[in-house]
């Protein structure tokens, strides 16, 4: 079975800072990592293909050249191939542009049974790529996956997390899912396994290496989104300090929380 | 310091602290208390292609000589001393079969220890016979095809978790230390039992147990080197092992260090950080100059033993000493840098200092070492004549 997992480098960081003259992220000085989400999609992979006895794991970025860090870092646990699209073309691809461009090297690759995803990146945090993909692709897809219960060629048999609880969904292969943290604990890049890595070249293909891509789809022109304005919101603090002895500073609390009718 | 790491020795490192800081951090104290051997972090040891670091590439290890093992039981060290040792007594119990086992032999188990699916073990101490190890009561002897052995060897590290042994036996009790062999003996073999488990007073994250043979048949071909070798094996598995202790001490001291200058940072007595004064940096500089010669003593005597020189047994010896001695001063200090809190079991430092104890004594106690580094010494002296 071949399993194609995609995987996106994004900055180790929560905090992200943006330009506030062109709107986008400020990548210079911050560590780039594999998405953390990502790497649950990865280790899920690798756990099918162990249980399962065979298969192949692939993979797949999208991204600058730079990216084949990530390609490594999935080689050093444990992947078979990676696979990076890179092209200038895809400068300023929204999710939609990403996904029809991922889909377009997904039909390229072809004989996969599955494709996994994190269940978001940590930068956008849209959680759209992986949908997209499915709607593009028209493949069924199980979202925010807890638990394989089941797979076969054919079957997968799956929990869904839910805010309150879980479903159990059964789809036919193939079929894309995104996967929660809950899944199962990464493993850590083997001693073997980096040693390859570093030696891992990684495919590259561009636009011109996808039959029928249409370059209209993609980049800042041919994403549907448009971004008109981004700002960092500053936080404000309007706190007040109720001076005094501590029961004539508690009387007066209660007469505030009092008046604002909270109790 | 700058060690000069090739680019695999610092992969080994990298791999063998990340592994320390994700997978033992969170659980050494569990371990520590429960007192419960730790196969899930041994699981994790062998899915990072760490257990068989000293093992040949031809029989599925890394290749990369007792520096390699010593690199990885200093990081793990840092972060358990308990832990690590699942990784430096199979060390032990393997360099009989690396340095007398035939190749058939080697075939047979070496792929198995490579791996990380098995453990080994050594088996020389008894009740009567520690130091003194010419004073064994086990017995093997032939019959046939087979020997059979009889007796009970005791504090076995991996003790009823390894699934193969090396174990020396006497043979010909009236030869003396040339009276004994030594064997490999598989767990499950009829005859074969485990003992008393030992409650501890460190490293309780480690098996330390009796082995207990009654009439064991071993077949002769499970030999190591020939019979009356036991003794010859032994020395050669200790003087090769020892550097291993040795980095568990390093790694030990190490950790311990860290911890005490983290807390010096950040303790605030009198009000300043207590790293401002001058009794603690005094306390820190000896501690941090005595680990840096210890890991300098340490790496040195692998990389001469990895570099197939003859001669190692006085450093070896030094290497085992030294950074055993500086573990237990180090440990000790770090509690003493953080007073109560360093006393308390919310903080590691009276574990480190629980875990430096027993590099003092196995594998030779310090008491030993300095009779093998004087007798090398008074023998290279003899020899300038």
């Known amino acids: 079975m071949h399993i194609v997992v995609l995987i996106k480098q994004v900055v180790a960081t929560t905090n992200v800072k943006l330009d506030p003259e062109t709107g986008t992220m400020i990548r210079d000085g911050v560590e780039s990592i594999l998405n953390p989400f990502d790497e649950y999609a990865v280790e899920e992979a690798l756990r099918i293909k162990e249980r399962m006895g065979q298969g192949k794991v692939t993979v797949v970025t999208m991204g600058p050249p730079q990216a084949k860090e990530i390609i490594r870092k999935a080689v050093g646990m444990g992947v078979d191939e990676g696979i990076l699209v890179s092209d200038r073309l895809l400068a300023g691809s929204d999710t939609w542009a990403t996904a029809y461009t991922l889909s377009q090297v997904l039909k390229k690759i072809g004989d996969f049974r599955m494709i996994i995803t994190g269940k978001q990146a940590v930068d956008g945090d849209t959680a759209q790529v992986g949908p997209e993909i499915a709607a593009c692709l028209d493949l069924p897809m199980i979202a925010w996956v807890r638990k394989i219960e089941s797979i076969s060629e054919t079957q997968i048999r799956a929990e869904r997390l839910m805010e309150d609880g879980f479903d159990v969904l059964e789809s036919p292969l193939p079929a894309i899912i995104s996967v929660v943290k809950e899944i199962n604990e990464p493993r850590l890049e083997s001693l073997k396994g980096k040693m390859r890595a570093k030696k891992y070249d990684p495919q590259v293909l561009t636009v011109a290496d996808l039959p029928g891509f249409e370059v209209s789809q993609v980049g800042l022109k041919g994403s549907p989104t448009k971004v008109f304005k981004t700002f960092t919101p500053q936080r404000q603090y309007k706190g007040e300090m109720i001076a005094g002895e501590p029961a004539q500073a508690a009387a007066n609390l209660y007469e505030k929380i009092k008046t604002l009718k909270i109790v | ?385």
């Open chain 2, 1 to 385: 310091m700058n060690y000069f790491l090739t680019e695999e020795q610092q992969m080994i490192l990298d791999t063998a602290r990340a592994l320390a800081k994700s997978k033992i951090k969170p659980v050494r104290e569990k371990y520590d208390e429960e007192g419960i051997f730790p196969w899930d972090i041994v699981k994790e040891m062998a899915a990072a292609d760490l257990m068989g670091l000293y093992i040949p590439e031809q029989y599925g290890g890394m290749g990369g000589g007792v520096f390699a093992l010593c690199l990885a039981v200093e990081e793990l060290s840092k972060v358990c001393g308990g832990i690590s040792l699942a990784m430096a007594a199979t060390a032990l119990g393997t360099f009989p079969l690396l340095l007398f086992g035939s190749e058939e032999q080697k075939a047979k188990y070496l792929p198995g220890i490579a791996s990380g699916k098995h453990l080994a073990a050594f088996a020389l101490t008894e009740a009567n016979a520690g130091s003194d190890a010419g004073n064994m009561a086990t017995t093997a002897v032939r019959d046939g095809d087979d020997y059979i052995l009889n007796g009970t060897k005791q504090w076995i590290t991996n003790g009823g978790e390894a699934q193969i042994y090396s174990v020396v036996a006497m043979t010909n009790k009236a030869k003396g230390t040339r009276g004994a062999t030594a064997f490999i003996v598989e767990k499950g073999t009829p005859g074969f039992e485990f003992g008393k488990k030992e409650n501890k007073m460190g490293i309780r994250a480690s098996a330390t147990r009796e082995l207990v043979f009654n009439n064991c048949r071993v077949p002769a071909k499970n030999i190591l080197a020939k019979e009356g070798m036991g003794f010859i094996v032994a020395v050669n598995t200790l003087n090769n092992s020892r550097p291993g202790v040795a980095a568990q001490a390093l790694g030990i001291a190490a950790g311990a260090l860290e911890e005490a200058l983290l807390y010096s940072r950040q303790r605030v007595q009198f009000g300043q950080p207590i790293s401002s004064i001058q009794a603690v940096q005094h306390m820190l500089a000896n501690m941090a100059t005595e680990v840096e010669a210890a890991r300098a003593l340490v790496y040195a005597t692998a990389r001469t033993i990895d570099s197939g020189e003859k001669s190692f047994a006085k450093i070896s010896a030094m290497s085992k000493l030294f950074a055993s001695e500086v573990a237990m001063r180090v440990t000790t200090d770090a509690v003493q840098v953080m007073g109560g809190y360093g006393y308390m079991k919310e903080y590691p430092v009276e574990k480190m200092m629980r875990d430096a104890k027993i590099t003092q004594i196995y594998e030779g106690t310090s008491q030993i070492q300095r009779n093998e580094i004087a007798l090398q010494l008074i023998k290279e002296a003899a020899k300038m004549k």
